[in-house]
């Protein structure tokens, strides 16, 4: 089993600012994901982060994987209005194969 | 088309009633999942299946069953509904350990 913790849990940030959701697991991982899902929708997948040091990049978003810290980083740079939705981290034990997911962080980018 | 299609999309039940949420895929991959969505739960794991013949309990697959007819069906059922099954459940496929693809969700109400 892989307990996912994220923080925080509910985020309210005004449009150009600068934030990070922190994703904090259990056990050995080096195989973590983030999800996005807007208000009654389902998720969509952002990143698959499958290496220690591993870093991508789409847009406003970066996502990192610390490995040896046990520790993924979705940074948000310059907010704005359409990234409010709440955002999953989920990762996979290396000694098993179920995803398991944190519970969210709900964004709200405040104009 | 959707690639992960769920049916029905809303449910309105009784306690006790037999219960039927059916997915289907057309990315032909060959990881199927089951999971539920509660407010401030995250989405928990019901129950996976890698291929036609193997089936697997997740995290909380009490109450529940399923059945995977084909590679691209994969029906969950609910034997005799419960309240505390209300909530929003989500089909999910992924090829080997690749992110998942969700389908657009089953709201479920439990009466």
């Known amino acids: 089993e892989l307990k996912v913790?994220?923080?925080?849990?509910?985020?309210?940030?005004?449009?150009?600012?600068?934030?990070?959701?922190?994703?904090?697991?259990?056990?050995?991982s080096d195989r973590l994901?983030?999800?996005?899902?807007?208000?009654?929708?389902?998720?969509?997948?952002?990143?698959v982060l499958l290496s220690n040091g591993a870093v991508?990049?789409?847009?406003?978003?970066?996502?990192?994987?610390?490995?040896?810290?046990r520790l993924s980083t979705l940074h948000i740079?310059?907010?704005?209005?359409?990234?409010?939705?709440?955002?999953?981290?989920?990762?996979?034990?290396n000694t098993g194969n179920q995803f398991y997911f944190g519970t969210g962080t709900s964004l709200t980018v405040i104009p | 088309d959707a690639d992960v299609t769920q049916t029905p999309r809303n449910r309105i039940t009784k306690t006790g009633k037999r219960i039927m949420l059916?997915?289907?895929?057309?990315?032909?991959?060959?990881?199927?999942?089951?999971?539920?969505?509660?407010?401030g739960l995250g989405?928990?794991?019901?129950?996976?299946?890698?291929?036609?013949k193997d089936i697997n309990k997740g995290e909380i697959s009490d109450g529940y069953s399923v059945s995977r007819?084909?590679?691209a069906k994969f029906s969950l059922s609910l034997e005799s509904a419960i309240p505390n099954q209300t909530a929003l459940y989500f089909c999910a496929t992924s090829s080997g350990e690749e992110k998942l693809f969700f389908g657009s969700g089953t709201q479920l109400s439990v009466l």
């Open chain 2, 69 to 71: 007819q084909a590679q």
């Open chain 2, 43 to 52: 989405l928990r794991l019901i129950y996976y299946s890698f291929d036609v």
């Open chain 1, 77 to 93: 740079t310059a907010a704005v209005h359409d990234l409010s939705a709440t955002y999953f981290c989920a990762g996979i034990p």
């Open chain 2, 22 to 39: 059916e997915c289907s895929q057309t990315k032909g991959h060959d990881r199927m999942y089951w999971y539920r969505q509660d407010p």
């Open chain 1, 56 to 69: 991508k990049q789409e847009g406003r978003l970066m996502a990192s994987l610390d490995t040896k810290a």
């Open chain 1, 5 to 28: 913790e994220q923080n925080p849990l509910f985020l309210s940030m005004q449009e150009g600012k600068n934030y990070t959701i922190y994703c904090n697991y259990s056990t050995t």
């Open chain 1, 33 to 47: 994901y983030w999800y996005r899902q807007d208000p009654g929708k389902s998720l969509e997948s952002l990143f």
